[in-house]
């Protein structure tokens, strides 16, 4: 079966500085990758979505990269704040299914 | 454009009981999905759907039932309530697409409880 896993352990970060979140799968790459935020008491909100043939796609302050030889996707925030505190998650598509990952929780301090 | 909503946002049911969940779109989206949600915890697929009339299995379906009469709508039904139900349920939608190419919209969840 399909598994898609993020670190569990919440990223501290200081305001100003580069996150940088991990989500790692098995099995098949897929064709595309998805990145979404979730606020408390909120569904997710799409974000990013990186292309199987694209090493690296940007919006913004938000940099994801895809690497197909590692089975993994990295995503990058830069120049945090702390309205970018939130919960981060990856999802990978099997058909018309996605998959996601247990999500990364990101607290950025002043 | 209203998304996808969700009612109700909050619900208590006691073992054994049942309940429909409610989810509408107002985008027009042919596919629609209902994920769960545990504390910490990723998003689970439960059933989803690709049209109107169409519906298939995902990763928990056990306890669930879901119909798809229009294209708005996609109500879960939870038949015999169990204390392993209580979760946050989201329903998501997408435009149609290849391989995860179109991003799901999500709605805020109803947040049930089963005592």
């Known amino acids: 079966s399909q598994k898609i896993e993020q670190n569990s352990e919440a990223l501290n970060i200081q305001e100003g500085k580069t996150a940088t979140l991990t989500c790692n799968y098995t099995?098949?790459?897929?064709?595309?990758l998805q990145w979404y935020r979730q606020d408390p008491g909120r569904g997710p909100v799409f974000l990013l979505l990186?292309?199987?043939?694209?090493k690296e796609k940007r919006k913004e302050r938000l940099k994801v990269t895809f690497d197909t030889t590692l089975k993994q996707s990295l995503f990058h925030i830069t120049a945090s704040q702390p309205a970018d505190s939130a919960t981060y998650l990856c999802?990978?598509?099997?058909?018309?299914?996605?998959?996601f990952g247990g999500g990364t929780r990101v607290l950025v301090k002043p | 454009n209203a998304g996808v909503t969700q009612t109700p946002k909050f619900r208590i049911l006691k073992i054994g009981q049942s309940m429909t969940l409610q989810c509408t779109q107002d985008?027009?989206?042919?596919?629609m999905y209902w994920y769960r949600q545990d504390p910490g915890m990723g998003l689970k697929l439960i059933y989803y759907?690709?049209?109107?009339?169409?519906?298939d299995k995902g990763e928990v379906p056990n306890g669930y039932n879901v119909s798809r009469s229009t294209t708005e709508d996609f109500p879960l039904r939870l038949e015999l309530a169990a204390p392993s139900q209580t979760s946050v349920y989201f329903c998501?939608?997408?435009?149609?697409?290849?391989?995860?190419?179109?991003?799901?919209?999500f709605g805020n969840g109803t947040r049930l409880t089963v005592t």
């Open positions: 999802a990978k598509a099997a058909g018309n299914k996605l998959t």
């Open positions: 099995n098949y790459s897929p064709a595309y």
């Open positions: 985008m027009n989206h042919n596919y």
């Open positions: 998501a939608s997408s435009p149609p697409g290849q391989g995860g190419s179109s991003p799901l919209h």
């Open positions: 990186i292309r199987e043939n694209e």
């Open positions: 759907s690709v049209g109107a009339g169409i519906t």
